[in-house]
């Protein structure tokens, strides 16, 4: 059974499209010429993620077209930040979430496109189209449920962390030994003025 996910939508089209997503993005987003789904994220200029996404190849457009899939809350940030950036860049950024749907299942779709955040199906298979299945939003539950889980068993992660001690810094005095000491872990954005009040 497929389930349709809550998920919006935007589309870059355009002769500089790919160049224009490839200057901005965690992934080289040329290998979309090969493939039909790429997993990216924005960062800021400091490191912090601004969203994460997939990234679909819409092949038989007339021009250049990739659609990416994000969470609802970020899809507002992306189209303002995407239009800041696009400067001469010949592409248009729109929002299509109207008109467009994501699907999941545990089971091979039509496309059959794995979820390219792990390798072998392991966080089953994503779609998109225009067909139109309750909101549900158990999709998104399933996701998140095997993100989380899938990876290393949680006895040997416990095992792991039992094992595991703090090792001692590279650097004791100067700008490196403060850096180590203030900055956040890459999870928070790395960044070293997370808990810095003004």
């Not at 390798?119 to 299945?133: M, Q, Y």
Request: proline share 6%.
């Amino acid at each position: 059974m497929s389930l349709r996910l809550d998920r919006a939508f935007l589309r870059v089209s355009g002769p500089d499209a790919i160049a224009f997503l490839d200057n901005l993005l965690t992934q080289d987003v040329t290998k979309l010429d090969t493939a039909s789904v790429l997993y990216a994220a924005l960062l800021t200029p400091q490191g912090k993620v601004v969203a994460d996404m997939f990234l679909w190849a819409r092949k038989t457009a007339p021009e250049p077209t990739v659609l990416i899939e994000c969470h609802p809350s970020r899809a507002g940030e992306l189209l303002r930040r995407f239009n800041l950036y696009k400067l001469r860049a010949k592409v248009s950024i729109e929002d299509i979430t109207a008109s467009m749907s994501a699907f999941y299942s545990s089971e091979p779709l039509v496309a059959d496109t794995d979820d390219p955040r792990l390798p072998d199906s392991a966080l089953g298979f994503r779609e998109i189209g225009t067909i139109d299945l309750p909101l549900t939003g158990e999709g998104d539950a399933i996701i998140e449920h095997n993100s989380i889980t899938l990876g290393i068993p949680a006895k040997e992660l416990k095992a792991r962390l039992a094992k595991w001690k703090q090792p001692k810094p590279n650097y004791t005095r100067g700008v490196l030994a403060k850096y180590a000491a203030l900055v956040s872990s890459a999870s928070e954005g790395a960044v070293t003025d997370k808990d810095l009040m003004l």
